[in-house]
C-alpha cells in the first residue's frame, strides 16, 4: 500500500497499483475491488480506490490505427488527448471535444464522459466514440458501440471506470485548417451581463468560456470575461506554427507547496481587479495557438500546489436555464461572504445535445466551477451550502470533480442510477462510488449478459 491522492491532492489515501503493458493481457488476480486510473486529474475521489488496486494504463500507450483522410483514430485507453494532438493536429484534424487539460487518456475521457467549450455546438467527448472494448473482470470482452452491446456503451460512457477496464477506443476527429484560434475577449459587469452575452455569442462562435470574479458583490456580483473564438480559417494557413506547450508545461513550474495564507482575500481579490480590468472595458480580438486557448493551466506544472499541501475542493454545478439567474447569484453571493475565495472561477453553458452516456454530467443549462483552498470544516459547510442550492434549483454537481457529495444528492442529481447499477463490475470500486453508495443493488445477471437492466431486485447488498 502506498499514499495516493487526485489532482485536488484531497483526499489522501491508502491503495496498490498495478501497471498494465498489454491490451491482450487479462485483468489481475487482486484481493478486494480495482479501478482503471490514467493520469489522475480527476478532482476529487472518483479516481481513487482507497485499500484496494488501482489498475494504471498508462503502459497502454499506443496507437492501433489512424486514417488521415476521415480522421479516425483507433488507440489504448491510455493514450492522453496531448498525444492524439501531436498525431493528429499537423494533419489537419483535432478532437472533437476536449476539457480544459490535454493531459487526460482516452479512457478517463470516456469514463468522465468529459464536456469542453463547445457543449452548444458538440456536446460531450462520448458522442463522438464509435466504439470500444470492454474488459470485464470475468474475463469476458465486448466491443461495444451504439448499435452493438447498446447498454454497455451507454453505462459505460460517463461510467466512471466502474463496469470494467476499457482497453482501447476508436473516436472521430474534426477537421481543421491550422492550429489556430480567432479569440476574441468581451468585458461583462455581472451575472445579467454574462448571460445575455454567453446566449448571444452561441451563433456565431463554436467555443465560449468565462472567467468570473468571485469576489464582485452588489452590482458587480458575476462580473467577468468572456472568452470566445473559432478554428482561424483557411486564409491564415501560411503562417509559420507556433510553439505549442511542452508535455508538462513551458518552463513555469509552482516548485513547491504555497504556504496557505498566500490564497486570501486580499490577495484573490486584488489578482481579480487586475485581471478584469486589464481589458479596459472594451473587446479585444487575437489570433492564438490552440494551447493557449484550450490549454491555459497546462502551461504551468503542477499548478495545483498553489493551494498548498492540503490542497482544494472543486465545486462544479450546473443548473437549468429557467432556475440559472437566481440560483448562480445565490451561489456567488454565498461564496463571496463566505470568507473562502475561489481562485478560479468559470462560467459555461450547456446546449440541448444529449450524451450517450447515462451518468453523463452536462445538461442544459449554466455551469459554474469554483476552486476553493481546503480549509477544513469551513470549507466543506461552504459547499454543502453550494450542494443545497445546487439541489434546489433542479441542477447537478460533476462527479470528477467531487470529494463530498452525499449519496441522497448523487441520487436527485443522476435519476438513471438505478439502471447504471446493474452494470457495475462486481470486482470495480472507488472512494466515491462506495461514498455515494453505502448499499449497492447486486449485479444482474441479466446485464451480465448484454440484456437491458432489469428493474432493481428488492434485496440490498453491501459493496465490498
Not at 470492454?134 to 469476458?140: A, E, K, P, T
Not at 510553439?243 to 486580499?266: E, I, Q, T, W, Y
Not at 503542477?302 to 443548473?319: E, S
Request: charged share 20%; with cysteine.
Amino acid at each position: 500500500m502506498k499514499a495516493w491522492e487526485s489532482w485536488g491532492r484531497y483526499p489522501q489515501v491508502e491503495q496498490q497499483a498495478h501497471t498494465l503493458v498489454w491490451r491482450t493481457d487479462g485483468l489481475p488476480s487482486k484481493d478486494g475491488s480495482v479501478l482503471p486510473h490514467g493520469l489522475g486529474r480527476s478532482y476529487g475521489d472518483s479516481c481513487l480506490n482507497a485499500g484496494g488496486t488501482l489498475l494504471l494504463t498508462s503502459g497502454l500507450d499506443r496507437f492501433i490505427a489512424f486514417d488521415p483522410a476521415t480522421g479516425v483514430v483507433r488507440c489504448e485507453a491510455g493514450v492522453s488527448l496531448d498525444t492524439i494532438l501531436r498525431l493528429a493536429a499537423p494533419r489537419g484534424w483535432f478532437l472533437p471535444v476536449t476539457p480544459g487539460t490535454k493531459f487526460v487518456t482516452v479512457g478517463g475521457a470516456i469514463a468522465n464522459d468529459v464536456h469542453g467549450k463547445n457543449h452548444h455546438r458538440g456536446g460531450t467527448f462520448g458522442r463522438f466514440v464509435r466504439r470500444f472494448e470492454l474488459l470485464r473482470s470475468d474475463g469476458s470482452r465486448r466491443v461495444c458501440a451504439p448499435d452493438e452491446n447498446p447498454d454497455w456503451y451507454g453505462a459505460t460512457i460517463g461510467g466512471l471506470g466502474l463496469t470494467g477496464l476499457v482497453t482501447w477506443a476508436e473516436v472521430q476527429l474534426k477537421p481543421i485548417s491550422n492550429p489556430y484560434v480567432l479569440q476574441e475577449t468581451v468585458p461583462f459587469g455581472n451575472l445579467d451581463g454574462f448571460l445575455e452575452v454567453a446566449r448571444a455569442s452561441e451563433k456565431d462562435y463554436e467555443f465560449t468560456m468565462a472567467w468570473v470574479d468571485c469576489l464582485a458583490r452588489g452590482k458587480k456580483l458575476g462580473r467577468g470575461l468572456l472568452y470566445r473564438g473559432n478554428f482561424a480559417p483557411p486564409q491564415f494557413d501560411g503562417l509559420p506554427l507556433a510553439k505549442s506547450h511542452l508535455s508538462h508545461g513551458v518552463g513555469l513550474a509552482v516548485p513547491m507547496d504555497m504556504p496557505a495564507f498566500c490564497l486570501n482575500r486580499l490577495s484573490v481579490s486584488a489578482f481579480n481587479w487586475l485581471y478584469y480590468h486589464r481589458q479596459n472595458g472594451k473587446p479585444k480580438q487575437r489570433l492564438t495557438h490552440y494551447d493557449p486557448f484550450f490549454y491555459p493551466l497546462d502551461a504551468i506544472y503542477a499548478w495545483n500546489r498553489i493551494y498548498g499541501r492540503r490542497g482544494f475542493l472543486q465545486f462544479q454545478c450546473v443548473v437549468p436555464y429557467s432556475t440559472a439567474r437566481d440560483a448562480l447569484k445565490e451561489i456567488l453571493e454565498r461564496s463571496s461572504r463566505g470568507g473562502l475565495p475561489s481562485f478560479l472561477s468559470v462560467l459555461k453553458t450547456f446546449g440541448d445535445i444529449p450524451s450517450p452516456g447515462w451518468l453523463s454530467f452536462p445538461r442544459e443549462g449554466v455551469t459554474l466551477a469554483m476552486d476553493f483552498a481546503n480549509r477544513g470544516e469551513k470549507t466543506w459547510k461552504l459547499v454543502e451550502d453550494l450542494d443545497r442550492l445546487t439541489r434546489q434549483a433542479g441542477g447537478a454537481v460533476y462527479p470528477a470533480k467531487d470529494a463530498r457529495m452525499s449519496p441522497e444528492n448523487f441520487a436527485a442529481y443522476f435519476p438513471q442510477r438505478e439502471r447504471f447499477m446493474p452494470y457495475v463490475d462486481p470486482s470495480f470500486s472507488s472512494s466515491f462510488w462506495r461514498r455515494v453508495n453505502p448499499v449497492s443493488l447486486p449485479f444482474s445477471l441479466a446485464a451480465e449478459r448484454g440484456a437491458s437492466a432489469a428493474p432493481p431486485p428488492q434485496s440490498l447488498l453491501a459493496i465490498r
